[in-house]
């Protein structure tokens, strides 16, 4: 089984882990408090933590931790708190249902999920990263400047994946010098079609 497979399922594992995590916790309170919002916001608190340990633990080493990455991920989980509060306000306000119990486990199950999937957009690999790690693991590859696909064999100089066309010297160029703006401007329509096989 490869890393990414394991990853993949331990995440699959993350929101039934989390459930059983948030039932224990909201248990155990309730046997020294009676009030069930304690226990609810101690359960809700618990939960968020565990998630959040385990979503980073997880992913922590395919990230590339840039700075901008670590503001963007601490600041996601403080907009997506705000987010969770405001869903459970709307809800009180819309169904004049004033059950503060309710609103503080929506309020959570709110702010966790949608933090996830933002994390997901947060940590992608820009293309000039993939770029740079596709040149770092195999020398000789040749990779789109403009999207990090991975060009070796191609019979041609136009990525399949995003449609940019290049020259041959377009595509050494950035492999060399890691250009990637400046070699995935799309060539003119004027100059001769140069292919990968003919050169």
């Known amino acids: 089984m490869t890393n990414l497979l394991a990853r993949i399922l331990l995440a699959m594992m993350l929101l039934p882990l989390a459930l059983v995590v948030y039932l224990l916790v909201a248990f155990i309170t309730l046997g ?70 309710f609103a503080i486990f929506m309020a959570g199950v709110v702010a966790m999920l949608s933090w996830l ?21 195999a ?25 940019a066309q290049f020259t041959l010297n377009q595509l050494y160029a950035a492999q060399q010098k890691h250009e990637i703006d400046d070699a995935a401007a799309p060539r003119e329509e004027s100059e001769p079609h140069q292919t990968a096989a003919n050169s």
């Open 117 to 137: 999937p933002i994390t997901v957009m947060i940590w992608k690999e820009t293309p000039s990263e993939r770029a740079e790690r596709l040149s770092r693991s």
């Open 32 to 101: 020294f408090s009676d009030e069930l919002e304690v226990s609810l916001l101690a359960a809700t608190l618990v939960t968020a933590l565990f998630v959040a340990v385990y979503w980073l633990r997880l992913w922590r080493d395919t990230v590339n931790w840039t700075n901008n990455r670590r503001v963007l991920t601490i600041g996601s989980g403080a907009a997506c708190i705000l987010l969770g509060i405001l869903a459970a306000a709307l809800w009180n306000t819309l169904t004049e249902i004033d059950e503060l119990s």
């Open 139 to 163: 020398f000789g590859v040749l990779f789109c400047p403009r999207c990090g696909y991975n060009m070796t064999g191609l019979r041609e100089a136009r990525c399949p994946e995003c449609g």
